[in-house]
C-alpha cells in the first residue's frame, strides 16, 4: 500500500506542478509543510484505484508508475522530433491510438502520430477551429469525415496542446479505458511545458554549463532536466526548494516569451520597464503559490529574475 501511495502522490503532485494555471485553487490550500497532497485527495485517488485495478488490466496503477518515470526519460533529449516519438511510445502503451496535431492556418496537420490504417496518419490535414479544453470527439470542433473513422469507438477525446500559454494544436486519443483520461491529460500538459522550454533546455545541454549561482553536478547520474526537480521528490522538498523552483520556472518563462524585449533590455539595461507587465505577472503568481513573505520573502524571485533574465547582471534591471 505505501508504494500505490506514493505513486498516486506522484501522480498528483505531477499535475498540480504542470498544470499551474488549471489548478490555482487547489495550490492555495495545500498544506504549506509535508506532503504536497491533502489526505482527502489521497483518499479519493485511493477510491478510484480499487474501482479500475481489475486483476487482468491494472492499467491506472501502471499509468501511474510510467508518469513517475518520464522525467528520467525526457531529461536528456533536446529535439522536438525524439520529444514526440518517446511521448507517442508511453502513451501507446495505454491507449489505442494517439496523433499529435500541429495548428498551422484556419487547421492542423498530424506531426505524428501511433501507426493504424483507418485513423489520421503523419501528414494528414484538418481544417478545425482551435479550442483550449479537453473533449470528447463527438464535442469537438473536428470535422464529420474525421469523426466517422472513430464510429463505434468509445472513450475518443481531443486534448489541447498549449506552447506559451496559447493554443498550439492537439492530441487525439482512443484510451484503453476510460479511467486513463487523467493520465493522458497530465502527460499532455508535461509534453507542452517541455515543448515550450526546448530551446532552454537544449541550450543547457548542449553547453553542459552551470548557471551562476548552481554547483555543476557531482557526477551525470546525478545531473537535473534544467531547473526543475524530479517528479519523484517534489513531496520531499522544502517550501523554500519548492518556492526557489517555481521563481526559475516563472523567470524562464519570461525570457522564453520576451525574447526581442529581453534581448533589447541585455544590450540597453531598463529590463524591468520592459517588461513590467510579465513581471509583475509572474510576481503575484509566484505570491498566490507563496504567500507567506516571512518564510518566503521577495529575494527569492528577484534572484532569480536576475539570473535568468537579466543573464545575473542585476544592474541591467
Given at each position: 500500500m505505501n508504494e500505490l501511495i506514493e505513486l498516486l502522490v506522484n501522480f498528483i503532485n505531477t499535475k498540480i506542478e504542470q498544470s499551474l494555471q488549471d489548478y490555482k485553487k487547489e495550490i492555495s490550500s495545500i498544506p504549506a509543510r509535508g506532503q504536497s497532497v491533502s489526505p482527502e485527495?489521497?483518499?479519493?485517488?485511493?477510491?478510484?484505484?480499487?474501482?479500475?485495478?481489475?486483476?487482468?488490466?491494472?492499467?491506472?496503477?501502471?499509468?501511474?508508475?510510467?508518469?513517475g518515470g518520464i522525467e528520467d526519460e525526457w531529461a536528456q533529449i533536446s529535439d522536438q522530433v525524439s520529444l514526440i516519438a518517446s511521448f507517442l511510445n508511453i502513451c501507446g502503451d495505454f491507449c489505442d491510438y494517439n496523433g499529435f496535431f500541429i495548428f498551422k492556418g484556419e487547421g492542423a496537420s498530424c506531426y505524428d502520430a501511433t501507426s493504424h490504417k483507418a485513423f489520421p496518419q503523419k501528414g494528414d490535414k484538418v481544417a478545425v477551429e482551435r479550442f483550449n479544453r479537453p473533449m470528447t470527439l463527438a464535442d469537438s470542433?473536428?470535422?464529420?469525415?474525421?469523426?466517422?473513422?472513430?464510429?463505434?469507438?468509445?472513450d475518443v477525446y481531443v486534448l489541447p496542446l498549449a506552447?506559451?500559454?496559447?493554443?498550439?494544436?492537439?492530441?487525439?486519443?482512443?484510451?484503453?479505458?476510460?479511467?486513463?483520461?487523467?493520465f493522458m491529460k497530465t502527460v499532455v500538459t508535461i509534453m507542452s511545458r517541455e515543448l515550450t522550454l526546448m530551446p532552454y533546455k537544449a541550450k543547457a545541454?548542449?553547453?553542459?554549463?552551470?548557471r551562476v549561482g548552481e554547483k555543476a553536478p557531482v557526477s551525470p547520474s546525478k545531473a537535473s532536466s534544467g531547473s526543475r526537480a524530479s517528479i519523484s521528490s517534489i513531496g520531499l522538498e522544502s517550501p523554500l526548494e519548492r518556492a526557489i523552483r517555481y521563481a526559475k520556472l516563472l523567470t524562464s518563462e519570461i525570457k522564453l516569451y520576451n525574447e526581442k524585449a529581453v534581448n533589447k533590455g541585455l544590450q540597453d539595461g531598463g529590463l524591468r520597464n520592459l517588461l513590467s507587465v510579465d513581471i509583475e505577472r509572474s510576481?503575484?503568481?509566484?505570491?498566490?503559490?507563496?504567500?507567506n513573505s516571512e518564510e518566503i520573502p521577495d529575494r527569492i524571485f528577484d534572484e532569480a529574475l536576475i539570473e535568468y533574465v537579466a543573464d545575473g547582471n542585476a544592474d541591467l534591471l
Open positions: 485527495e489521497l483518499e479519493r485517488m485511493l477510491e478510484v484505484l480499487k474501482q479500475n485495478d481489475e486483476p487482468d488490466k491494472g492499467y491506472l496503477v501502471e499509468a501511474m508508475a510510467r508518469l470542433p473536428l470535422p464529420d469525415d474525421i469523426k466517422g473513422q472513430f464510429e463505434g469507438i468509445s506552447l506559451k500559454f496559447k493554443p498550439a494544436g492537439f492530441v487525439l486519443t482512443v484510451l484503453s479505458e476510460s479511467g486513463l483520461l487523467d545541454l548542449l553547453g553542459n554549463k552551470p510576481y503575484n503568481s509566484f505570491r498566490e503559490r507563496f504567500p
